[in-house]
């Protein structure tokens, strides 16, 4: 089983970019799916996340710029970022939990049992 992220490059201040994740179907349609990020010499933290029931939660860092959603055709979760900030540069990662994005719990990478390869977006000033 394996996610496969794609998508990352380097934009300008303002810009957007759209991440994906593809998943396999057993994945998608039982499990929350999530995206989280890494800087360099930081934490891994939650940006978002989708249910199979299409609820969404979001970091407060990018509420508003961010969208989560996910397409069952082709079972694939995107992260549509939009007005990039320098400070969004990170290793993007998606991942998967049995959580519910109404859970609290869901921002906890511990809570993950399945990540797939990091995405590098870098947001230049």
């Known amino acids: 089983v394996q996610l496969q992220a794609s998508g990352g490059g380097l934009v300008q201040a303002g810009d957007s970019l759209r991440l994906s994740c593809e998943a396999p179907?057993?994945?998608?349609?039982?499990?929350?799916m999530s995206w989280f990020r890494q800087a360099p010499g930081k934490e891994r933290e939650f940006v978002a996340a989708v249910s199979r029931n299409k609820n969404t939660l979001y970091a407060d860092s990018v509420k508003g710029r961010f969208t989560i959603f996910g397409d069952n055709a082709k079972t694939t979760v995107y992260l549509q970022m939009n007005s990039l900030k320098p400070e969004d540069t990170s290793l993007y990662y998606c991942?998967?939990?049995?959580?519910?994005?109404?859970?609290?719990?869901?921002?906890?990478?511990?809570?993950?049992?399945?990540w797939g390869q990091g995405t590098l977006v870098t947001v230049s000033s």
């Open positions: 991942a998967r939990t049995r959580r519910s994005p109404f859970d609290s719990g869901v921002a906890s990478k511990g809570l993950y049992d399945l």
């Open positions: 179907l057993r994945t998608f349609s039982s499990y929350t």
